[in-house]
């Protein structure tokens, strides 16, 4: 089987999988390992794969991220398992956790300080146009998963601790008091050990989430007791029905138990979170899920990305700028390296991604396992039809300054006929985005270099050479000029040897075309880029950058 045939065995496509070292394949056969150690645990004959999601502030990129991951994990382990076991993947929102912040982004600031302390679903919506602020973030959380095609359940804390979903796993928690507490208590700092509780009661008085000493607990009775911080009297709550809830390590853990929850990543800096809600989970008498610890997303500075201080980027912004897609190949490409997550690593990975999706139907069967659009897609890429580079497009507005879509078809068009917006809509949206990227990040910083004296010489006898070439000169012809043009000091690479065993040219000349022509450090192929702009339009080019730095 030289390709994937969508048609294939589930047998033949699972063999080649088992074969396959990209990482969702090697986290799925850790969930396989689990099932086969212990078949006991898993009754219910169903993986769940689960990831959380904290609504005290929207949605942001690195719940798609995980999410996106997750999904192709779930993905590898069903074709791993030839799809004979149900899976299911829960997105968990946390919104029985007390407000402790009033957020930057949101209106009615001054409302919202008066509800500090209570549980998310309990604080009125700012906004306006739901019952709580947790339930605005929690259908915000939805949409927003919905918008990317994910196959997802969706939970709520507040509904599962007050239904009594969390009930069992609760009075396992108290019975076992004395545990988790061995567990926690070397964790904490000494004047947090010596008040810490895992239970968190809810107040009857003010439904606040209150955090306090507990000064009793009574697992036959199922009640935990505490003093009133502002009454001074003592209060016994049950720890069910919603009338507590956990600290989120133990929460965590409970929830891993309570639900039976298989795999479930988090980010690295949560590394010791997730080994002591292990112990706990295990403490329960629990299996601890699968999962591995990803990297964090940095700031174009290499600081940490951070909600609070909104430095990197937003879902929002790189949608503006590029397609799902090319944000899903960021996502998969190396989880557990730290990445930049800046405006400049976008058209990397939008012509990345189409890279990737050119070659996948010239490949093997075991590469098309390894090509990060099979795991994109879910093992079903769509058909590659995209004539021209992002980078190619953002030249284009950049040289011609078209801030129209329509300009930049007229080339489109010319380059290659019958391309139409009907005929490719993806471009035409890939149009619009490099419109959008070249207004906002290249235009501001455009900067063009004067020529030196052998720069310019060189840059006169490529001028020369395209005049003579012919209108219909292709992309090849027009890059063989451009490279023999460029055979010459200080151009030269000695290394790199050319077909004809002569010396190669550096990148330093194609970078200079791009500096000195165009005003930006780098391109596309210098070729490819001629054949869409037209000969006649580089040649009107190179002499409006020779008379600029006549």
């Not at 259908?139 to 599962?160: I, N």
């Not at 011609?400 to 489109?412: V, Y």
Request: glycine share 8%.
């Amino acid at each position: 089987m030289s390709v994937i045939d969508l048609a294939a065995s589930p047998s033949d496509l699972r063999a080649l999988a088992e074969q396959s070292n990209a990482w969702p394949f090697e986290q799925a056969k850790a969930i396989v390992a689990r099932l086969k150690k212990n078949p006991k645990d898993n009754p219910k004959h169903e993986v769940l794969f689960e990831t959380g999601y904290g609504p005290s502030g929207l949605p942001h990129i690195g719940t798609f991220g995980e999410v996106a991951r997750t999904t192709m994990v779930r993905h590898a382990f069903r074709v791993l398992t030839e799809d004979k076991i149900k899976t299911r993947l829960l997105a968990f929102s946390d919104d029985m956790d007390g407000l402790r912040k009033v957020p930057d982004n949101v209106p009615n600031k001054e409302m919202l300080e008066q509800h500090l302390g209570k549980p998310l679903t309990k604080v009125p919506d700012p906004f306006g146009t739901h019952p709580s602020f947790g339930q605005h973030n929690n259908a915000r959380l939805r949409a927003f998963l919905d918008q990317f095609g994910f196959d997802y359940e969706f939970a709520s804390s507040t509904e599962y601790y007050t239904s009594g979903r969390f009930d069992a796993a609760l009075l396992r928690m108290l019975e076992r008091i004395e545990k988790v507490m061995a567990i926690m208590l070397p964790s904490l700092r000494e004047e947090r050990a010596a008040s810490y509780s895992p239970f968190l009661p809810i107040c009857p008085r003010t439904g606040l989430v209150l955090y306090v000493p507990v000064t009793a607990h009574d697992a036959k009775a199922g009640t935990i007791s505490y003093e009133d911080p502002e009454t001074k009297e003592s209060v016994t709550v049950p720890v069910t029905g919603g009338r507590c809830k956990l600290q989120w390590k133990p929460d965590w853990a409970m929830r891993w138990y309570a639900l039976g929850v298989d795999y479930e990543m988090a980010g690295k800096d949560l590394i010791d979170s997730v080994k002591l809600s292990a112990k706990i989970c295990s403490a329960l008498g629990g299996t601890p899920p699968e999962g591995f610890n990803y990297e964090l997303f940095l700031d174009e500075k290499g600081q940490k990305i951070s909600k609070s201080k909104g430095n990197g980027l937003t879902i929002d912004e790189w949608l503006r700028y590029a397609s799902p897609e090319s944000l899903s190949l960021f996502m998969y490409r190396e989880p557990k390296a730290a990445k930049r997550l800046y405006f400049d690593v976008i058209p990397r990975n939008v012509d990345d991604y189409q890279q990737f999706l050119d070659g996948f139907t010239r490949q093997e069967a075991r590469q098309q396992l390894q090509n990060p659009v099979w795991h994109i897609h879910s093992g079903k890429p769509p058909q590659a039809d995209m004539p021209v580079t992002f980078q190619l497009l953002l030249t284009l507005v950049s040289s011609s300054n078209a801030e129209n879509a329509e300009t930049l078809w007229g080339f489109i068009g010319r380059y290659r006929p019958g391309v139409t917006p009907e005929s490719h809509p993806k471009l035409d949206a890939m149009v619009g985005y490099a419109i959008n990227y070249y207004r906002d990040f290249v235009a501001p910083t455009k900067q063009f270099r004067e020529p030196t004296d052998g720069e310019r010489a060189a840059l006169q006898d490529l001028r020369d050479a395209l005049a003579n070439m012919p209108a219909s000169a292709t992309a090849e012809d027009i890059q063989n000029v451009v490279y023999e043009i460029g055979r010459r000091e200080p151009f030269l690479d000695m290394v790199k040897k050319g077909k004809d065993g002569r010396p190669g040219v550096s990148l330093d000349w194609f970078n200079m075309l791009y500096q000195v022509l165009l005003g930006q450090e780098k391109g596309p192929r210098f070729g490819s880029f001629v054949a869409v702009y037209g000969v006649q339009n580089a040649v009107n080019m190179i002499d409006g950058a020779l008379a600029r730095s006549s």
